[in-house]
């Protein structure tokens, strides 16, 4: 893309920043948004580096790859151009590459990567975490891709993985690893580098750790916030509050016992989903007052690229206020 194009893609979110960090508690979808939003970048045009954290492999083939691993490769390409490349970071892999950016090579470098980073991580708490940040930082710099998308750790490792640089910060008053973690905060802080994207599920204890998370997020790091993504929603359905056998009288429909009372226990369920889901949805108005995406659940045996494809269509759209 031409620089500066991608803040001409749609939704306009998708374009604010050159880095989204994707994160949510653990079982709400977050991956499969990352790939998403991944997919809704790269078929406008733009060239998508999709960076898993914690290495899930499985993000390939629901693109339609193979699985990642920490040598890139291409999971998907379009007609305009487009295309998502998928890597994982791990730490030791960052560890080199950091001492080959220090100009530490061949065998040397080899030989301290692999014997010093366990030690070093073991005396400096959060290194592993902000080494994979400044490998991020450093593609960044480097113009690698138009976007970069990171699917973080799961919310309880998020916030550590994302506060490493401040909190190295404050324990580590000069050289190379001060520097790292200065150029880490700064990229986290800079609106026009890296935002946020938080993902939920309509549901209390998503929604209690995403909420904490994004006061986490925003107050101690200062990470710039996305709409909040809210996944897998019910369909609101109007016809749930008319009872089966109002229903089958409505159609001309005779309904048997035993249906009438499978159609009553399905009801109520549905009812009892949406009654859930409504109050979770005016919890979030209340105590996390960002803009909103929407994504319908998808009921499917086996989640694949032909659903990635569905609710890539569905985070297309420009985000709602909270009401």
Not at 125 to 146: M, Q, S, T
Not at 201 to 214: F, I, K, R, Y
Not at 230 to 255: E, Y
Request: aromatic share 2%; hydrophobic share 45%; proline share 7%.
């Amino acid at each position: 893309m031409d620089p500066g194009a991608l803040r001409s893609l749609t939704p306009t979110w998708v374009g604010n920043a050159s880095v989204t960090v994707v994160a949510g508690k653990g079982g709400v979808g977050s991956s499969t948004v990352a790939a998403a939003l991944a997919l809704v970048a790269a078929r406008q045009g733009a060239d998508v580096l999709l960076v898993a954290v914690d290495g899930r492999p499985g993000l390939g083939p629901l693109l339609g790859g193979k699985p990642i691993g920490p040598d890139e490769r291409v999971l998907r390409a379009f007609d305009r151009k487009g295309r998502i490349r998928g890597r994982t970071i791990p730490p030791a892999q960052a560890f080199s590459d950091y001492l080959e950016l220090k100009g530490i090579s061949g065998l040397l470098r080899k030989a301290a990567s692999a014997a010093s980073l366990d030690v070093i991580a073991a005396a400096t708490p959060g290194l592993e975490h902000l080494l994979v940040l400044g490998k991020i930082k450093e593609l960044d710099r480097e113009k690698v891709a138009d976007l970069i998308i990171v699917d973080a750790p799961p919310a309880g490792l998020a916030a550590p993985f994302l506060r490493s640089a401040s909190a190295l910060q404050a324990v580590v008053a000069s050289g190379p690893i001060r520097t790292q973690a200065d150029e880490v905060a700064a990229m986290l802080a800079d609106p026009r580098r890296c935002q946020g994207l938080l993902v939920t599920l309509a549901e209390e204890t998503p929604v209690n750790e995403v909420v904490e998370l994004a006061y986490d997020l925003e107050e101690k790091i200062g990470l710039t916030l996305g709409p909040l993504v809210v996944n897998a929603c019910w369909p609101d359905r109007p016809g749930l509050h008319m009872s089966p056998t109002a229903a089958a009288r409505a159609q001309g429909v005779k309904l048997s016992r035993a249906a009438k009372a499978a159609l009553d226990v399905s009801g109520e369920f549905g009812r009892k989903r949406l009654e859930g889901q409504s109050l979770q949805l005016n919890r979030l108005s209340e105590l996390l007052p960002l803009s909103r995406v929407i994504l319908p659940r998808v009921p499917t045996a086996r989640f694949g690229p032909a659903e990635l494809d569905l609710l890539a269509d569905a985070l297309s759209v420009e985000p709602v206020a909270a009401r």
